[in-house]
């Protein structure tokens, strides 16, 4: 007797469509990136780190308005609150943005306008580009380390290794989209933002991982139907899930984005992005993966045909 399914809605008829666009947003990414460029912060490209001692509180914005007027562009505030000692900050600068005297000359002739804050340098520390290197590969050797081990475990665990792949592919999607639109929007990749991208995979990959396991449950007890149907009732499934968890942590990331100052700017915009963009390709990249593939293999109607293993 055939199994009579719940509503469900069709996300693999319109797979299609999600393909097409997915590779559009993709290719406007890698065009961002190829045009554009990421904008790397002093972790990855060298610089300058300098901390500062003020007597009073002084505003983020007036503090940049000060350095730039003095030459020193697009400096990176980040404030500590305050301490025994006053109010410390931290301030990254690129090294070739800091005009033609010395760092430390421009930030004491800029600090004359805000002599009412008593401003010390304590110290300034330079990035070299051996760091920077250093970091760098440390970088994409995290992410690749990542990868295979989504691959190897998500295979693993449901008994085929195109699963891991689907998750994998779904993971690229998402962290290249990501890039891209950090790269339009001029966002700086630091070693914070790396946090938030290896964040993102994470968050990605359980994402996909909830609805694999639905899929894998209606294989084993609805096998005799159809497997478009069954891939569809199973995202349909995990639809109010997913979606009741991509709102309430995004509800978390703009509180970030909009009160977490500029420290953690960046790195909730990433996991912004990334959120809406790894939602979407659970449900539209990563399961209609494999159900071309498994489609395409003409698996017969009996269980054991079934890529269900247990772990």
Not at 32 to 51: E, V, W
Not at 139 to 157: D, E, K, N, P
Request: with cysteine.
């Amino acid at each position: 007797m055939q199994i009579k399914f719940p509503q469900q809605i069709r996300f693999i008829n319109i797979r299609r469509i999600a393909y097409a666009l997915s590779m559009s947003m993709v290719v406007l990414s890698i065009a961002g990136i190829a045009n554009r460029g990421l904008n790397f912060g002093i972790d990855f490209t060298g610089g300058y780190l300098s901390h500062v001692q003020f007597s009073e509180e002084v505003k983020i914005a007036e503090l940049r308005q000060v350095l730039e007027s003095h030459g020193i562009v697009k400096p990176s505030i980040q404030t500590l609150g305050q301490d025994q000692s006053g109010y410390p900050v931290i301030i990254r600068i690129r090294e070739h943005n800091i005009g033609n005297q010395s760092l430390e000359e421009n930030m004491e002739v800029a600090f004359e306008e805000l002599s009412r804050a008593k401003p010390v340098i304590k110290k300034i520390e330079m990035v070299g580009p051996a760091v920077s290197r250093h970091l760098f590969k440390q970088t994409l050797l995290a992410f690749s380390i990542a990868f295979l081990v989504i691959i190897a475990y998500v295979g693993w665990r449901f008994g085929g290794g195109m699963w891991g792949v689907g998750g994998v592919v779904a993971l690229i999607h998402d962290v290249v989209i990501t890039l891209g639109v950090c790269a339009w929007t001029g966002t700086e990749i630091s070693v914070i933002t790396t946090a938030a991208f290896l964040t993102l995979a994470g968050y990605s990959v359980n994402d996909t991982i909830v609805v694999y396991d639905r899929i894998r449950e209606n294989l084993r007890c609805m096998y005799k139907s159809p497997l478009l149907d069954i891939y569809n009732c199973s995202i349909t499934g995990t639809l109010s899930r997913t979606l009741i968890t991509g709102v309430t942590t995004l509800l978390v990331v703009i509180v970030l984005f909009i009160a977490g100052g500029e420290v953690l700017h960046d790195f909730a915009f990433v996991l912004l992005v990334g959120i809406i963009v790894g939602t979407y390709s659970s449900i539209f990249v990563a399961s209609p993966i494999c159900y071309d593939f498994y489609s395409h293999r003409k698996f017969g109607q009996r269980k054991s045909h079934w890529p269900t293993k247990l772990r």
